[in-house]
């Protein structure tokens, strides 16, 4: 018995070391239903098709997203015609995405992950984790962690299509 339970175990931990970390470079970025902090449905990522996406899940609690928010902020300000910028908030409460955008304003969309349905689908286990998509909906990069947006540029990102 404690054969088959160590056997077990082992099969276990292999399955989870295996498991795909989310979307990879090359992927297709699948759809999704956007909400705001109510609950009700907003949009859809189909409506960020034809331009580059950068889709930041992020969490009001979160020092490095508070950090990285304004960088991004004037990344897209500086870039808006070619790159969307798409905030998904995976905190717990509405209000709480609320009062952060609050304060520190932006000017690109910002979503609220309702029950951390999409934090679940795409194994989000660090905030910020941010995914590049191209004008086809093809994942280019995930990136764990904040990013310095201040020396990036769109050839910077179109290169990634390489």
């Known amino acids: 018995m404690k054969r088959l339970m160590f056997i077990?175990?082992?099969?276990?931990?292999?399955?989870?070391?295996?498991?795909?970390?989310?979307?990879e470079a090359g992927d297709k970025f699948p759809e999704m239903t956007l909400y705001n902090t109510k609950g009700e449905v907003v949009g859809s990522s189909k409506e960020h098709l034809g331009k580059i996406t950068i889709y930041n899940f992020g969490a009001s609690w979160c020092p490095p997203c508070k950090v990285e928010k304004p960088l991004l902020n004037k990344f897209y300000n500086a870039n808006?015609?070619?790159?969307?910028?798409?905030?998904?908030m995976i905190d717990t409460d509405g209000r709480a995405v609320d009062k952060f955008f609050r304060d520190n304003p932006m000017d690109f969309p910002h979503y609220f992950d309702v029950g951390q349905r999409l934090a679940n689908k795409f194994l989000i286990r660090v905030v910020p984790t941010t995914y590049i998509v191209d004008e086809n909906g093809i994942n280019l990069a995930r990136i764990h962690g904040a990013t310095d947006w201040s020396g990036m540029t769109v050839e910077d990102i179109e290169g990634l299509k390489e």
């Open 80 to 88: 808006r015609d070619r790159v969307n910028v798409v905030s998904i």
């Open 8 to 23: 077990l175990l082992i099969s276990l931990s292999l399955m989870a070391f295996g498991a795909k970390e989310g979307l």
